[in-house]
């Protein structure tokens, strides 16, 4: 055994909870309830909505669950089109799908690795009703050319914004510029709830839909008890969890600085190597949820071998998300080539916000060990 094998495991990502936290999450359980029973709640939405520059938010159980609301909210439903990336988390992909839309998958640019626009433009249709702006990894789509996209064909804009707490597109917040937003409050994610999402939007009758398809189709202006006006969902975060989300809020600039120290690192501990990395165009912020390694064309980069380095020195490895084309349940798109080369080509890196230098040291030399040997 090796005798890096006997030293702290590297978690690819794990939250970051200070006493604030569980200060907040004692005082919910302890004394929120009955008439107290949303004040973390409404005092989180406040928090983000005010983080975000945005009008409205309803906080969600999941990312997932917010994406799924807010498509119902815009009458997305069979027959519809919605347009995404292929390379995605299937959680982009699954509400399009339960609400009997199809969801239709385009390539995505080499190195944004999001939305292709012009893939966009070539995939509109007369059924199309959306398209769907994932931010992946924290680097932004180009939301310019997608909104005037959206506007020439009459589609709407949507942001998943989950991946992309503290990326800014043009002083604008990701999450902030579409018809309406979802981020995730997942264990692994910027922020965390442990889990939970929230929905959130500038269009005040979008809204009130969603408001009341959040309350299992009662309106809030409704005077009868227990009167559902249509039927809807109970995608609702606690109070203990808005509770751990509102300390989560008061360090959320901390926070990124934390994803934004830890990429920096790794990007200058690896600048000799033949790869690339997140990018940051001018006039962005990339809020660097996961630092993420792209070998090069011409360097002869063996995955398998990397995550093996990996597991042999205690160091999580997570793969870079694979086409949803190439998985079971949908159509196969083999003509997507940038979408399957970046998957076999690239490696998310650990990045939880303590992560230590000397840790990240440590990833660095696997990765260098095997792209110098296969120079
Ligand atoms: C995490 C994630 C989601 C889903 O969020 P959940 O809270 O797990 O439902 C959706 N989209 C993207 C891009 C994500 O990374």
Same mark, same amino acid.
């Given at each position: 055994?090796?005798?890096?094998?006997?030293?702290?495991?590297?978690? /690819?990502?794990?939250?970051?909870?200070?006493?604030?936290?569980?200060?907040?999450?004692?005082?919910?359980?302890? /004394?929120?309830?009955?008439?107290?029973?949303?004040?973390?709640?409404? *005092?989180?939405?406040?928090?983000?909505?005010?983080?975000?520059?945005?009008?409205?938010?309803?906080?969600?159980?999941?990312?997932?669950?917010?994406?799924?609301?807010?498509?119902?909210?815009?009458?997305?439903?069979?027959?519809?089109?919605?347009?995404?990336?292929?390379?995605?988390?299937?959680?982009?992909?699954?509400?399009?799908?339960?609400?009997?839309?199809?969801?239709?998958?385009?390539?995505?640019?080499?190195?944004?690795?999001?939305?292709?626009? !012009?893939?966009?433009?070539?995939?509109?249709?007369?059924?199309?009703?959306?398209?769907?702006?994932?931010?992946?990894?924290?680097?932004?789509?180009?939301?310019?050319?997608?909104?005037?996209?959206?506007?020439?064909?009459?589609?709407?804009?949507?942001?998943?914004?989950?991946?992309?707490?503290?990326?800014?597109?043009?002083?604008?917040?990701?999450?902030?510029?579409?018809?309406?937003?979802?981020?995730?409050?997942?264990?692994?994610?910027?922020?965390?709830?442990?889990?939970?999402?929230?929905?959130?939007?500038?269009?005040?009758?979008? /809204?009130?839909?969603?408001?009341?398809?959040?309350?299992?189709?009662?309106?809030?202006?409704?005077?009868?008890?227990?009167?559902?006006?249509?039927?809807?969902?109970?995608?609702? %975060?606690?109070?203990?969890?808005?509770?751990?989300?509102?300390?989560?809020?008061?360090?959320?600039?901390?926070?990124?600085?934390?994803?934004?120290?830890?990429?920096?690192?790794?990007?200058?501990?690896?600048?000799?190597?033949?790869?690339? %990395?997140?990018?940051?165009?001018?006039?962005?912020?990339?809020?660097?949820?996961?630092?993420?390694?792209?070998?090069?064309?011409?360097? !002869?980069?063996?995955?398998?071998?990397?995550?093996?380095?990996?597991?042999?020195?205690?160091?999580?490895?997570?793969?870079?998300?694979?086409?949803?084309?190439?998985?079971?349940?949908?159509?196969?798109?083999?003509?997507?080539?940038?979408?399957?080369?970046?998957?076999?080509?690239?490696?998310?890196?650990?990045?939880?916000?303590?992560?230590?230098?000397?840790?990240?040291? *440590?990833?660095?030399?696997?990765?260098?060990?095997?792209?110098?040997?296969?120079?």
């Amino acid at each position: 055994m090796s005798i890096e094998n006997t030293k702290n495991r590297i978690y /690819y990502t794990k939250p970051s909870i200070t006493e604030l936290e569980i200060r907040y999450a004692t005082d919910a359980a302890t /004394y929120g309830w009955g008439e107290r029973c949303y004040e973390y709640i409404a *005092r989180f939405e406040q928090l983000f909505r005010q983080h975000l520059g945005v009008r409205h938010a309803i906080a969600t159980s999941s990312g997932t669950g917010a994406l799924h609301m807010g498509m119902a909210a815009l009458d997305i439903g069979p027959g519809d089109e919605v347009i995404l990336a292929d390379i995605n988390w299937i959680a982009s992909a699954a509400p399009i799908i339960h609400l009997g839309a199809k969801p239709v998958l385009v390539d995505v640019l080499p190195d944004t690795w999001c939305l292709d626009p !012009s893939a966009v433009e070539a995939a509109i249709t007369p059924r199309t009703k959306a398209i769907l702006a994932v931010h992946l990894y924290g680097n932004l789509c180009d939301m310019d050319v997608l909104a005037a996209i959206a506007q020439r064909h009459g589609l709407h804009l949507i942001e998943d914004a989950a991946e992309a707490i503290g990326s800014i597109w043009h002083g604008q917040r990701a999450g902030s510029m579409g018809v309406f937003g979802a981020f995730s409050f997942h264990g692994t994610k910027t922020i965390t709830t442990g889990e939970g999402g929230i929905f959130v939007t500038n269009d005040d009758a979008l /809204y009130e839909r969603v408001l009341t398809l959040s309350n299992h189709g009662r309106a809030r202006g409704e005077t009868r008890q227990f009167w559902p006006e249509r039927v809807g969902y109970k995608y609702k %975060m606690s109070n203990v969890q808005a509770a751990i989300g509102c300390g989560q809020m008061e360090r959320i600039d901390e926070l990124i600085a934390g994803k934004r120290r830890v990429f920096e690192h790794y990007q200058n501990a690896l600048r000799q190597l033949p790869l690339r %990395m997140n990018p940051e165009p001018a006039n962005t912020t990339n809020g660097y949820w996961m630092p993420t390694i792209v070998a090069d064309v011409g360097a !002869s980069f063996d995955r398998e071998a990397l995550l093996a380095s990996f597991k042999a020195h205690n160091i999580d490895g997570r793969v870079f998300f694979w086409p949803l084309s190439s998985l079971p349940m949908f159509e196969p798109h083999p003509q997507h080539t940038t979408s399957h080369a970046l998957s076999a080509h690239a490696i998310n890196l650990p990045s939880y916000h303590d992560i230590t230098n000397e840790e990240i040291g *440590r990833v660095v030399a696997c990765i260098r060990r095997i792209l110098e040997a296969n120079a």
